[in-house]
């Protein structure tokens, strides 16, 4: 009996050395990512903070893709932290990175609406993934500098087309009141020659 109870606390000590290693063995823990704020609203030439925060055990590399309101999708930055970064050469003046997974874009403008996707992956292999949709607004009073800018445009035509129309009237006025005194003058010819003649 004394020795089944042996094997039996062997048996026991090896199942538990086996679980402890399985799980030594798993993926530590994996990687997750918080995406706070999946909607922003920016006007045009703002800076836009895209803000997410990541946590693993092991080093991860992390990617941003834009896809735009058309369907293009085009790579912005990458990087993984510590050893590299790549960013792309539409955006290399105008994105900075940040250690939890963050971006900041730089004068924004309308063609940088749309889905930004970042993937977060792990050394060991383990993916995690968010969205954030940005939507770019024209500031309005550029609209109304323009609306303003016609409106001083069509005045000035408007009272360039007026002057000359008093102009014509003048000119119509004048040629009117030169050719009644012609005609009143040789009126009065004709009625001294008539006289004269009688």
Known sequence: MRPLRGCRGVVVGTVTL????????QTPGGVSLVVPQPNINATVAQNILL???YSCRGAATVEWKHVSSWGTTTKIVEWKSGHYINISTGYKDRVTTFDNGSIQLLNVGVRDAGY????????????AYGTI????HEVIYEDLHFVAVLFAFLAAVS????????????SLHRFQKRRRHKLTASAAEEIELETIEC
């Open 18 to 25: 086996c679980l402890a290693a399985g799980w030594a063995l």
């Open 159 to 170: 009272a360039v087309l007026s002057c000359l129309m008093w102009l014509c009237n003048k």
């Open 116 to 127: 930004y996707f970042i993937t977060v992956t792990e050394e060991y292999g383990t993916d």
């Open 51 to 53: 803000s997410v925060e």
């Open 133 to 136: 949709l940005v939507n770019i």
